[in-house]
C-alpha cells in the first residue's frame, strides 16, 4: 500500500528545536519530489518545502534559515529539522509526494503531526 | 510569494453545479498550467481532484472539472452531493520554482 506516516510532533518552546520524520511504503522516496505542507489551527494550507529527487531544496520564505528539509534513502524517510521555533510556526505539518516533478500536485499526504510552539 | 486569492465561502444545493474561483498573476496561475485543487474534509488531509489544470487522478469522480481563463482557475462540481461538503484549496507552480496554495473556500451543501 502507498502511504506517509509522519511522526515527531510535540509541543516545544519558542526558541526550541524539533525534527519530522515522514516514513513511505508502496514507493521510494529518493526517486521523487517531497513536500512539507503545514496547516495552523484553523487556517490554510502552507507549502513549507521541497527536496527534488536530485537533492534541491527549496524553502518558504517564513522558514529559510531555519528548517531544513532532507532524506534518508535507506529508511525511505522524508525529514523536517525545525530550528528556533516560533509560536507561527504551529502547525499541523503533512508531508506529501508531488507526483508531477515539483510541479505543486500533491497526490499522497501524510495523516499530518502536530506540533505546538507555546511556553 | 502571495497566496492565492479563492472566495471565502460558496454553496450549492444537493444537483446543482457550483464553481470555485482561484485569482493569481502572470508570475503563478497565469503564467502556468500547473494549477491543482484539494478538498479536505474536517481533521483529514487533503485531496487531489484536479492537476495541471483540467487533469483528474485516477478515482475521482468526474463531477469535478478544472479551467483556467488568464490568471483565474477555477474549479466545477457539477451534480453537487452533500459529501462535496468540504473545504477546497487551489494551489499554483510560480516562477520561484516553488508551489502557492490558495487561501482556500469553504463548500455548503444546503
Known amino acids: 500500500e502507498v502511504q506517509l506516516v509522519e511522526s515527531g510532533g510535540g509541543l516545544v518552546q519558542p526558541g526550541g528545536s524539533l525534527r519530522l520524520s515522514c516514513a513511505a511504503s508502496?514507493?521510494?522516496?529518493?526517486?521523487?519530489?517531497m513536500s512539507w505542507v503545514r496547516q495552523a489551527p484553523g487556517k490554510g494550507l502552507e507549502w513549507v518545502s521541497v527536496?527534488?529527487?536530485?537533492?534541491?531544496?527549496y524553502y518558504a520564505d517564513s522558514v529559510k534559515g531555519r528548517f531544513t528539509i532532507s532524506r534518508d534513502n535507506s529508511k525511505n524517510t522524508l525529514y523536517l529539522q525545525m530550528n528556533s521555533l516560533r509560536a507561527e510556526d504551529t502547525a499541523v505539518y503533512y508531508c506529501?509526494?508531488?507526483?508531477?516533478?515539483?510541479?505543486?500536485?500533491?497526490?499522497?499526504w501524510g495523516q499530518g503531526t502536530m506540533v505546538t510552539v507555546s511556553s | 510569494q502571495s497566496a492565492l486569492t479563492q472566495p471565502a465561502s460558496v454553496s450549492g444545493s444537493p444537483g446543482q453545479s457550483i464553481t470555485i474561483s482561484c485569482t493569481g498573476t502572470s508570475s503563478d496561475v497565469g503564467g502556468y498550467n500547473y494549477v491543482s485543487w484539494y478538498q479536505q474534509h474536517p481533521g483529514k488531509a487533503p485531496k487531489l481532484m484536479i492537476y495541471d489544470v483540467s487533469n483528474r487522478p485516477s478515482g475521482v469522480s468526474n463531477r469535478f472539472s478544472g479551467s483556467k481563463s488568464g490568471n483565474t482557475a477555477s474549479l466545477t462540481i457539477s451534480g453537487l452531493q452533500a459529501e462535496d461538503e468540504a473545504d477546497y484549496y487551489c494551489s499554483s507552480y510560480t516562477s520561484s520554482s516553488t508551489p502557492v496554495f490558495g487561501g482556500g473556500t469553504k463548500l455548503t451543501v444546503l
Open positions: 506529501a509526494r508531488d507526483f508531477v516533478g515539483g510541479l505543486g500536485a500533491f497526490d499522497i
Open positions: 508502496g514507493f521510494t522516496v529518493s526517486s521523487n519530489y
Open positions: 527536496i527534488y529527487s536530485g537533492g534541491s531544496t
